[in-house]
């Protein structure tokens, strides 16, 4: 069955940097596009970073252009985001999630239980 | 990248239907044929409970149905059963790789 499993949350202080994780079991993950998913304590869902299943693109919100960067290792079967410069209001639990077609960007079918990283002085 | 409106509550009694509104422009939910809709209950994960406007995931009772006119997307739910009480979020392909969501609406079932 599918696995989607999440580490690297903590609590950081701003302006540092944080490396999440995802492994993902179950399913091809070569042939998905994968994206974060992120939520706010309390707040909403908002999606954060893509890319392909071929590692060749990745798109980003405008809240973190210039300071995330989504990765993959298809042969750790892994999906990571490098974070940097982070700010108070990066403050949320953050999902691996994984989509329901094979190189679609859309329709999340699969959730990781999430991380939470928490950006505290 | 503005988050797609949804209304903050809505609410009803079992039995009947509701129907949450998501409305975004045609660069997002007008433009393209992949809304989709979240269920999340307190604590949990979101759930997948439409996909590309209309399409139900198998699992996913038949009262769930979606639909699209012009650049607002709805979801409705008939009836109504007191595990639906839940947050709802929509969510749309806004291309070239990008994906927005709705800011959420809380059903509560009375």
């Known amino acids: 069955q599918v696995q989607l499993v999440e580490s690297g949350g903590g609590v950081v202080q701003p302006g540092g940097s944080l490396r999440l994780s995802c492994a993902a079991s179950?399913?091809?993950?070569?042939?998905?596009?994968m994206s974060w998913v992120r939520q706010a304590p309390g707040k909403g869902l908002e999606w954060v970073a893509v890319?392909?299943?071929?590692?060749?693109?990745?798109n980003y919100a405008d809240s973190v252009k210039g300071r995330f960067t989504i990765s993959r290792d298809k042969s750790k079967n892994t999906l990571y985001l490098q974070m940097h410069s982070l700010r108070a209001e990066d403050t949320a639990v953050y999902y691996c999630v994984k989509p329901r077609a094979e190189m679609s960007t859309v329709n999340f079918d699969f959730w990781g239980q999430g991380t939470l990283v928490a950006v505290s002085s | 990248q503005s988050a797609l409106t949804q209304p903050r509550s809505v609410s009803g009694s079992p039995g009947q239907s509701v129907t949450i509104s998501c409305t975004g422009s045609?660069?997002?939910?007008?433009?393209?044929?992949?809304v989709s809709w979240y269920q999340q209950h307190p604590g949990k994960t979101p759930q997948l409970m439409i996909y590309d406007v209309t399409k139900r995931p198998s699992g996913v009772p038949d009262r769930f149905s979606g639909s699209k006119s012009g650049n607002t997307a709805s979801l409705t739910i008939s009836g109504l059963q007191a595990e639906d009480e839940a947050q709802y979020y929509c969510?749309?392909?806004?291309?070239?790789?990008?994906?927005?969501f709705g800011g959420g609406t809380k059903l509560t079932v009375l």
């Open positions: 045609t660069s997002d939910v007008g433009g393209y044929g992949y």
């Open positions: 969510c749309s392909y806004a291309g070239s790789y990008t994906v927005i």
């Open positions: 890319i392909t299943y071929d590692g060749t693109t990745e």
């Open positions: 179950g399913f091809f993950f070569s042939n998905y596009d």
